[in-house]
């Protein structure tokens, strides 16, 4: 089955009792019983409910995995991979990544004797000087958040696989539309379901998708104990967002190449960031692992500087000042004061995130909309 048709059937089928063709939403905490154990594989819906488990195929489905988990938040999945550690392993990070994911790293898990090494990854290599005997996990965020770096998740396995340690992909930004890591040699990837995946900014939610039985296992009991799952009515919402996902990245990527260009020749923009220009460091990169650039497009200003960043996106209309990317409406961010923010600026400004660095997540409205507005705000 090819992706555009996975998105609509991948792991579906009509519902047990009436056929159902959409999965019923079991707003359900627990199941009858006949006698003790005597049940038709749902005892409690910690563990199990109809509806998650739906999704769960279809995460699984359209990632090319085997088993797919769902979760609270995109945190919440995170939380269950480090989970699978133990006191004193190593993990090796991007340095260019999601503030909460940087967040749940050093003042969480740091604190559980977990030791975190944050490295700039466009060349892989450098990942290989950072392994120990300890090293445990690999991650990577690619496109990272919000400087649009690019990782190969190919080159990043093979150095996991010589070294025996597991590799996770956070594939929020790229959506199994663009890139498939379970293809390219992961063994774990990660999605805030929050953002393309849910796609219409009214959920919250996580997932993760493997290709192992074992690892899968662990991750189920991991969900089942700590039990970070999401509810069934968020359930039936992600697996509809599922379904559109190729359309609506279709156009994303459209409207983000526009206004990438746009952004490009305005003589009060600085730098644009975003892979599928040809001077991009790691276009090349982009080009073999993904299909298409996506809809996420960062920028400076001529004019560097916090206020000066802060005026251009309270000038914006079309655009709305808001956290979060990946929903049908455009969004803009200042990642210094919303998103980032929990990174020192010592650290946040080595990567990249410059205070006047703004960060769109366009969405799939008329484009001549989106560009007109963006030019009355640069003004
Ligand atoms: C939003 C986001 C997360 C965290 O997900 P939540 O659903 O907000 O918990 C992790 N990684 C990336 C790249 C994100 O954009």
Same mark, same amino acid.
């Given at each position: 089955?090819?992706?555009?048709?996975k998105?609509?059937?991948?792991?579906?089928?009509?519902?047990k009792? +009436?056929?159902?063709?959409m999965?019923?939403?079991y707003?359900?905490s627990? %199941? #009858?019983?006949?006698?003790?154990?005597?049940?038709?594989? +749902?005892? %409690?819906?910690?563990?199990h409910?109809?509806?998650?488990?739906a999704?769960?195929?279809?995460?699984a489905?359209?990632e090319n995995?085997?088993?797919?988990?769902?979760f609270g938040?995109?945190?919440a999945a995170i939380?269950?991979i480090?989970?699978?550690?133990?006191?004193?392993?190593?993990?090796?990070s991007?340095?260019?990544?999601y503030?909460?994911?940087y967040r749940l790293?050093?003042?969480?898990?740091e604190?559980?004797g977990? $030791?975190?090494?944050?490295?700039?990854?466009e060349?892989?290599h450098?990942?290989?000087n950072?392994?120990t005997e300890?090293?445990?996990?690999?991650? =990577?965020?690619?496109?990272?958040?919000?400087m649009?770096? =690019?990782i190969? =998740?190919k080159a #990043?396995?093979?150095?996991a696989?010589?070294?025996n =340690?597991?590799?996770?992909?956070d594939n929020?930004f790229?959506?199994? %539309?663009?890139?498939?890591p379970l293809?390219?040699g992961?063994d774990?990837?990660?999605?805030? #379901?929050?953002?393309y995946?849910?796609?219409?900014s009214?959920?919250?939610?996580?997932?993760l998708?493997? &290709?192992?039985?074992?690892?899968?296992?662990?991750?189920?009991f991991?969900?089942n104990?700590?039990?970070?799952?999401?509810?069934?009515?968020?359930s039936?919402?992600?697996l509809?967002?599922?379904?559109?996902?190729?359309?609506r990245m279709q156009r994303?990527?459209?409207?983000? $190449?526009?206004i #990438?260009?746009f952004? $490009?020749?305005?003589?009060n923009?600085?730098k644009?960031?975003?892979?599928?220009?040809?001077?991009?460091?790691n276009?090349?990169?982009a080009?073999?692992?993904?299909n298409?650039?996506?809809?996420?497009v960062?920028?400076?200003? &001529?004019?560097?500087? %916090?206020?000066g960043?802060?005026?251009?996106?309270?000038?914006?209309k079309?655009?709305?000042l808001a956290?979060?990317?990946g929903?049908i409406?455009?969004?803009a961010?200042h990642?210094a004061?919303m998103?980032?923010?929990?990174i020192?600026k010592?650290?946040?400004?080595?990567?990249?995130v410059?205070?006047?660095?703004?960060?769109?997540?366009?969405g799939i409205?008329?484009?001549?909309d989106?560009i007109a507005?963006i030019?009355?705000?640069?003004a």
């Amino acid at each position: 089955m090819k992706f555009n048709t996975k998105t609509i059937h991948g792991g579906q089928k009509p519902d047990k009792a +009436y056929n159902a063709v959409m999965p019923p939403i079991y707003q359900t905490s627990t %199941y #009858a019983q006949s006698t003790p154990g005597g049940h038709k594989g +749902y005892e %409690y819906s910690r563990t199990h409910n109809p509806t998650r488990n739906a999704l769960e195929n279809a995460f699984a489905s359209i990632e090319n995995g085997t088993h797919g988990l769902a979760f609270g938040s995109g945190l919440a999945a995170i939380d269950a991979i480090l989970k699978l550690l133990e006191h004193g392993d190593e993990v090796i990070s991007t340095n260019d990544l999601y503030g909460g994911t940087y967040r749940l790293f050093t003042k969480i898990f740091e604190g559980f004797g977990i $030791k975190f090494h944050f490295i700039g990854m466009e060349n892989a290599h450098a990942i290989e000087n950072h392994i120990t005997e300890k090293t445990k996990l690999i991650w =990577i965020e690619t496109p990272t958040n919000p400087m649009m770096n =690019i990782i190969d =998740i190919k080159a #990043a396995s093979v150095i996991a696989k010589k070294h025996n =340690i597991m590799l996770a992909v956070d594939n929020t930004f790229a959506t199994p %539309y663009l890139q498939q890591p379970l293809d390219l040699g992961a063994d774990i990837v990660m999605h805030s #379901a929050t953002k393309y995946i849910g796609g219409h900014s009214d959920l919250v939610m996580g997932a993760l998708i493997v &290709k192992d039985k074992k690892l899968a296992e662990k991750l189920y009991f991991i969900q089942n104990a700590s039990g970070a799952i999401c509810g069934p009515q968020d359930s039936f919402l992600a697996l509809r967002g599922i379904k559109t996902l190729h359309v609506r990245m279709q156009r994303h990527c459209e409207n983000g $190449k526009a206004i #990438a260009h746009f952004l $490009k020749t305005h003589p009060n923009v600085d730098k644009v960031y975003w892979p599928g220009f040809k001077d991009h460091p790691n276009h090349q990169t982009a080009k073999e692992q993904m299909n298409d650039f996506g809809g996420m497009v960062s920028f400076t200003t &001529k004019e560097d500087s %916090y206020e000066g960043a802060v005026k251009v996106v309270e000038k914006l209309k079309v655009f709305t000042l808001a956290e979060s990317l990946g929903g049908i409406e455009s969004l803009a961010g200042h990642p210094a004061s919303m998103t980032h923010a929990s990174i020192p600026k010592a650290a946040r400004e080595k990567t990249g995130v410059k205070d006047s660095l703004i960060r769109l997540s366009v969405g799939i409205e008329d484009i001549d909309d989106l560009i007109a507005d963006i030019k009355q705000a640069l003004a």
